[in-house]
């Protein structure tokens, strides 16, 4: 399995202002998945990030306030733009096992409190 | 109707004890099936992945899929404190890798 690390591990921020969270991976991946996990709830896709196409938005997010870049094939990063309180939450990236296989693999999470 | 269905817990067991966890779910064409465990604070590790119906074993844990009740369960033999974490399952349609995943249970073994 891939060894994935993101960055920062937490941030606490104010309102209105926007972080971007890193996710590197040790070995080159085709793709790319961003996920929120907020409190006693599932783990909900936000997108998932291709190298070299636009990333793909699952319903109920949107590019303007969920930035993706995906630069090469270790490499990504999420914004989290004019952010408020409801935007608390844990955010993860994943990689699939690739090889037709259907297994992620996550990153340890970004803590992200907004104040 | 959520896709998934996952009691939340808290499920507290004894040392020793033999877990079972359960999901279940009404998208038919589900066809991969995985568990997670979660420590807090962590990242959740794929602890067991299983395609279509059946059994699969692995040390003291045990997946199994019933396509036809829609219900997928993972066992844990030997139970031991550090196996408290919570569990998630998830799946995914064929060729699709959009998983889809329960709201996790949390359980508790206690020395």
């Known amino acids: 399995s891939a060894v994935i690390s993101q960055k920062p591990s937490r941030d606490i921020c104010q309102r209105g202002t926007s972080l971007t969270i890193q996710c590197q991976v040790d070995?080159?991946?085709?793709?790319m998945f961003w996920y929120r996990q907020q409190p006693g709830q599932s783990l909900t896709l936000i997108a998932t990030?291709?190298?070299?196409?636009?990333?793909?938005?699952e319903s109920g997010f949107v590019i303007d306030k969920f930035p993706i870049s995906r630069p090469n094939l270790t490499f990504s990063t999420l914004t989290v733009s004019n952010m408020s309180p409801e935007d608390s939450s844990i955010y993860l990236c994943?990689?699939?096992?690739?090889?037709?296989?259907?297994?992620?693999?996550f990153g340890p999470g970004t803590r992200l409190t907004v104040l | 109707q959520k896709e998934v269905e996952q009691d939340p817990g808290p499920l507290s067991v004894p040392e020793g004890a033999i877990v079972s966890l359960n999901c279940t779910y009404s998208?038919?064409?589900?066809?991969?099936f995985m568990w997670y465990r979660q420590y807090s604070r962590k990242g959740p590790e794929l602890l067991m992945y299983?395609?279509?119906?059946g059994n699969k074993e692995d040390g003291r844990f045990t997946a199994q899929v019933d396509k036809s009740s829609k219900y997928i369960s993972l066992f844990i033999r030997d139970s031991q404190p550090s196996d408290s974490a919570t569990y998630l399952c998830?799946?995914?349609?064929?060729?699709?890798?959009?998983?889809?995943f329960g709201t996790g249970t949390r359980l508790l073994v206690s020395p």
């Open positions: 998208n038919s064409a589900f066809q991969y």
């Open positions: 299983t395609y279509s119906s």
């Open positions: 994943s990689v699939g096992a690739g090889g037709g296989l259907n297994e992620q693999f």
């Open positions: 070995s080159q991946v085709t793709m």
């Open positions: 990030a291709n190298q070299g196409s636009e990333a793909t938005y």
């Open positions: 998830a799946m995914t349609n064929t060729g699709f890798q959009k998983l889809v």
